[in-house]
């Protein structure tokens, strides 16, 4: 069975660090490159930042470029973000995605809420 578990979201102030996880389980991790993508209020889901599979390739979007950094830890399956430098704008749920690089299967985790208080 696919599993996406997100952990780390929570209530922060303005300035402050978290770091979200991302426990992927029933799948060959190694094998996927993984994403953040993120949904505030009344907004849609956008892409926070990206990883290849092998750790060399980390793309992130401009709002998080400086502030943000995503790993991955192929042996544990885990993927993560840290999160620097928190803007009340960076409020929303934070989700985890698996995206295979050889079909179309994506997978989703259900997403950690992220409250960044001003």
């Known amino acids: 069975q696919v599993q996406l578990v997100e952990s780390g979201g929570g209530l922060m102030q303005a300035g402050g660090s978290l770091r979200l996880s991302c426990a992927a389980s029933?799948?060959?991790?190694?094998?996927?490159?993984m994403s953040w993508y993120r949904q505030g209020p009344g907004k849609e889901r956008e892409l926070v930042a990206t990883i290849s599979r092998g750790d060399r390739i980390k793309q992130y979007a401009d709002f998080v470029k400086g502030r943000f950094t995503i790993s991955r830890d192929n042996a544990k399956n885990m993927v993560y973000l840290q999160m620097n430098s928190l803007k009340p704008e960076d409020t929303a749920v934070y989700y985890c995605?698996?995206?295979?690089?050889?079909?179309?299967?994506?997978?989703w985790g259900q997403g950690t809420q992220v409250t960044v208080s001003s």
């Open positions: 029933g799948f060959t991790f190694s094998n996927y490159r």
């Open positions: 995605k698996a995206q295979s690089t050889t079909t179309s299967t994506d997978y």
